[in-house]
């Protein structure tokens, strides 16, 4: 079955300060890895990892994949109060005959002015 | 641009009742997948469909049912509603089988008393 395990499961931090979120996963067939930001209700896409030690970057964002230990962390640089919110990881099977995500439990931020 | 639209944003119903999600993807898109988020939970694959055909299916009870029609939209049957049904139900969709990148829907908040 494949796993998926996020730390922290909750972080509070000031404004300005810099997060490492992490993220391991266990899958029979590893497609890809993928971040999602999720406010109030729907997850918004972050980012695709698909290959080791490339780092994919937007704006105070950054992530990367390391496929040899299987796990990969989002940093979020100089943190503003709207950056409060769960980020959740995700990785792709496509070993059935579709592809499918299975989700971690989420990391809880929040960033206090 | 386009999102996925579910409705109803709300539901509340009574225990062993009956309840239909509705799901319409993104123009053009022909992959649908279901997930369940109970409280404080992350996302629970239920099922997909690709191409009007059911192409995976994960942890979704036997009460409930899903298709997805010629226009792509899917519907999400649930009956004889327990109380542990209560959740968040997403749905994402994506073009192609096997495209990594969903994109969600805001969900629709089931409340089963």
């Known amino acids: 079955e494949d796993k998926v395990v996020q730390s922290p499961l909750s972080l509070v931090v000031h404004e300005g300060d810099t997060v490492t979120l992490n993220c391991s996963y266990e899958?029979?067939?590893?497609?890809?890895l993928l971040w999602y930001k999720q406010e109030k209700k729907a997850p918004t896409f972050l980012f695709m990892l698909?290959?080791?030690?490339i780092e994919k970057k937007s704006g105070r964002l950054s992530s990367i994949l390391d496929k040899k230990e299987l796990f990969s962390i989002l940093n979020i640089t100089a943190t503003q109060t709207g950056d409060s919110a769960i980020y959740l990881c995700?990785?792709?099977?496509?070993?059935?005959?579709?592809?499918?995500?299975?989700f971690g439990k989420g990391t809880l931020l929040t960033v206090n002015p | 641009a386009a999102g996925v639209i579910q409705s109803p944003r709300h539901l509340i119903k009574e225990k062993r009742e009956t309840a239909t999600l509705k799901c319409y993807p993104i123009?053009?898109?022909?992959?649908v997948y279901w997930y369940q988020q109970g409280p404080g939970q992350d996302p629970q694959f239920l099922i997909s469909?690709?191409?009007?055909?059911?192409?995976d299916k994960g942890s979704i009870p036997d009460r409930f049912s899903a298709q997805q029609f010629s226009d792509y939209h899917s519907e999400l049957n649930m009956s004889s509603l327990e109380l542990g049904d209560s959740a968040l139900y997403f749905c994402?969709?994506?073009?192609?089988?096997?495209?990594?990148?969903?994109?969600f829907g805001s969900g629709t908040q089931l409340s089963v008393l």
């Open positions: 899958v029979t067939n590893f497609r890809s």
């Open positions: 123009p053009r898109h022909d992959t």
């Open positions: 469909f690709y191409e009007k055909m059911q192409s």
């Open positions: 995700a990785v792709g099977d496509s070993g059935g005959s579709n592809y499918k995500l299975t």
């Open positions: 994402a969709s994506s073009f192609g089988g096997t495209n990594e990148k969903l994109f």
């Open positions: 698909t290959s080791s030690g």
